[in-house]
C-alpha cells in the first residue's frame, strides 16, 4: 500500500500514511497483549467476524488504489489543495487499519504469544519492549516500501504508465487476500 501511495503521491505526502502504520501496530500489539487477544481465542466467531471486515477493507483499499489519480511528473512531492480526486491514507486511517488487517492480528497474536512469557508487570514491560521493537523495525521498512513507489514513479514518467503501476498494486494487494479467503 505504501509502495502504490509513493508512486502516487510521493514520499512527502505518504508520511502520515508511514507513521499511521508505525504507531498503530505497536498500539495494537500492547492493546492485545493486555486483553483483545483472549477475547478473539474465545469467541471464534468475533475472530472470524474481524477477518471478513478485514478482507472487505482490503478490498476497498485495493479500489482506492487502483482508482487513484496519479499526479503529473514533478508534481507528487508538492502540497496539494482540496482540487485533488484522491489522496493518501491519512495517519489515523493507517493507524486504525491495523485493527481490521487481519495480517496484523495474526502478527501481533503470534508475537506476543511467542515473545511474552509473564504476567502482571513483567507482562508489560515485554509488551512494551516488543512494541518498539516493532516501531524501530516499522518506520525504517515502510519508507524502504515507500521510496520504492517514488522510484518507480520516477522510471514510470506517464499518467498511464503509474495508472498501470498502480493497477497492478491493486491486483497484488488482492492476491494477498487468497490465503485468507481460501482459509489457509
Known amino acids: 500500500m505504501v509502495t502504490a501511495s509513493g508512486a502516487t503521491w510521493g514520499f512527502r505526502r505518504t508520511v502520515p500514511h508511514m507513521l499511521g502504520i508505525a504507531v498503530g501496530f505497536p498500539a495494537m500489539l500492547v492493546a492485545v497483549a493486555l486483553g483483545p487477544g483472549e477475547l478473539l481465542r474465545e469467541r471464534p ?10 478482507v472487505a477493507y482490503l478490498i476497498w483499499l485495493a ?8 499526479e503529473p ?11 485533488s480526486r484522491s489522496r493518501p491514507l491519512s495517519f489515523a486511517q493507517a493507524a486504525l487499519f491495523q485493527w481490521v488487517n487481519p495480517k496484523a492480528w495474526v502478527i501481533a497474536l503470534g508475537a506476543v504469544a511467542a515473545y511474552t512469557t509473564t504476567s502482571g508487570s513483567g507482562l508489560v514491560a515485554q509488551t512494551a519492549a516488543l512494541a518498539s521493537i516493532f516501531l524501530l523495525v516499522t518506520l525504517p521498512t515502510v519508507a524502504l516500501w515507500t521510496l520504492v513507489g517514488v522510484g518507480a514513479a520516477r522510471v514510470l514518467r506517464t499518467r498511464r504508465a503509474l495508472r498501470a503501476f498502480n493497477l497492478a498494486m491493486a491486483a ?10 481460501l482459509g489457509r
Open 63 to 70: 479500489w482506492k488504489i487502483a482508482a487513484a489519480e496519479p
Open 45 to 54: 466467531w468475533l475472530h472470524e467476524g474481524l477477518r471478513w471486515a478485514g
Open 73 to 83: 511528473p514533478g508534481e507528487a512531492d508538492r502540497d496539494q489543495g482540496s482540487g
Open 172 to 181: 497484488l494487494l488482492l492476491l494477498s487476500l487468497a490465503p485468507m479467503v
